[in-house]
């Protein structure tokens, strides 16, 4: 296999493939990145045998063919290499020769018979605004659990139905779930996927690099999910089992509720934080007359109270809250006001975004003593 292809171009792809390649790995192909080079393209294919990525490259071959080289070293030198036409040869001893300008470089790779299959992708299922995911993946990530027992919660659940998308995410102490209404091109009935966040951290990838009106097109066979923008394709397995009943979680009324600058309150957080206790992360918040107040436990570092004004003018509660999951909603949300809901000192409270349609955005926390 002989081909040139231009290094910014060869950089841009080798990037995409960063976060899929196993790092340590029992298997040592799977470190590699799988190089075809046919007609004017050249294809880039890497996997961990979870997680899957193949895109495409302009190139000038001049010898089709197919070999495998060590994902992470390739991007480490090509990135060094001054800018211009790269020319690599797989040899016959699987060697990858590389020359650019006066630089001349050989890598040992691995022959492509040990690489991994990608499936094929099945039948489009929807098509997908690229910028309506990324966002819903940015305001649910953050609530995935990560404790490995609870496979079932290391993921989100897509949920595509004729007139909207919503996606779920819940670690047992709060729940995030965004959806988006509006047709998807392709949608005719209601389909449900768990989607690792593994995946849901290159789509996020994917959509940096992308315009933002970019389409993405999603598929899914029995074990796989595909998501296609432009050449470029991630796939992913599916998470297997039942996602809890979040419908029963999400509260359905709640007794009071106060709007606040979101801002302000992210900051008296961040501060009452420093204090707080380092394994619980617990504060109270307190609601009370015109203001929301926020204050840690005393503790061996010290205690701490902040207050800001509030739109409010019911009754006294105060509910204990873990800082980072208050703090995870916050830094996600754009809007200049928020809401919080509760009820009373032992139920879960809630928070919306302020200004937005009230069901858009609904993140649960549950209480805790602090």
């Known amino acids: 296999m002989e081909f040139t292809v231009s290094r910014a171009d060869l950089v841009r792809e080798l990037n995409l493939s ?31 045998l979870e997680l899957g990525v193949r895109s495409s490259c302009p190139a000038k071959v001049k010898k089709k063919g197919a070999g495998t080289i060590p994902a992470r070293r390739l991007l480490d030198y090509v990135r060094l290499l001054p800018e211009g036409d790269v020319q690599v040869k797989i040899l016959e001893n699987q060697w990858a020769s590389l020359v650019c300008g006066r630089s001349k470089t050989r890598i040992a790779g691995m022959s492509r018979e040990s690489f991994p299959e990608l499936p094929a992708m099945p039948a489009v299922l929807a098509e997908i605004p690229m910028g309506v995911l990324a966002g819903m993946i940015a305001k649910t990530i953050f609530a995935i659990s990560s404790e490995e027992s609870r496979f079932t919660l290391n993921g989100a659940l897509l949920v595509l139905k004729k007139g909207s998308m919503a996606m779920v995410a819940t670690d047992g102490h709060r729940l995030a779930m965004v959806e988006s209404s509006g047709d998807l091109a392709g949608v005719t009935g209601a389909y449900r996927a768990l989607l690792p966040r593994k995946a849901m951290a290159e789509l996020q990838k994917l959509a940096a690099d ?42 359905k009324e709640h007794a009071h509720s106060v709007s606040v600058n979101r801002d302000e309150f992210r900051g008296a957080i961040e501060r009452v934080a420093q204090f707080s206790d380092e394994r619980s992360r617990g504060i109270g918040v307190a609601a ?74 609904r993140y649960v926390i549950m209480p805790m003593r602090i």
């Open 18 to 48: 960063q976060g899929v390649v196993e790092k340590k790995t029992t298997v040592p192909i799977l470190s590699n990145i799988l190089l075809e080079a046919d007609g004017d393209r050249l294809l880039l294919t890497a996997t961990d």
């Open 210 to 251: 992308a315009t933002p009106d970019s389409v993405l097109r999603f598929a899914g066979d029995e074990n796989h999910l595909f998501f296609e923008l432009g050449s470029r394709m991630l796939l992913s397995r599916k998470l297997t089992g039942n996602f809890p009943d979040f419908e029963r979680v999400l509260p």
């Open 288 to 361: 009370g007359s015109g203001e929301l107040k926020v204050h840690s436990s005393v503790s061996e570092t010290g205690e701490s109270e902040d207050s800001i004004a509030a739109a409010y003018d019911g009754p006294a509660v105060e509910i204990g809250f873990n800082a980072e999951y208050l703090l995870d909603f916050l830094r996600a949300v754009a809007t200049e006001e928020v809401t919080f809901l509760f009820k009373d000192a032992h139920s879960a409270g809630e928070l919306r975004p302020g200004g937005e349609k009230a069901d858009n955005y």
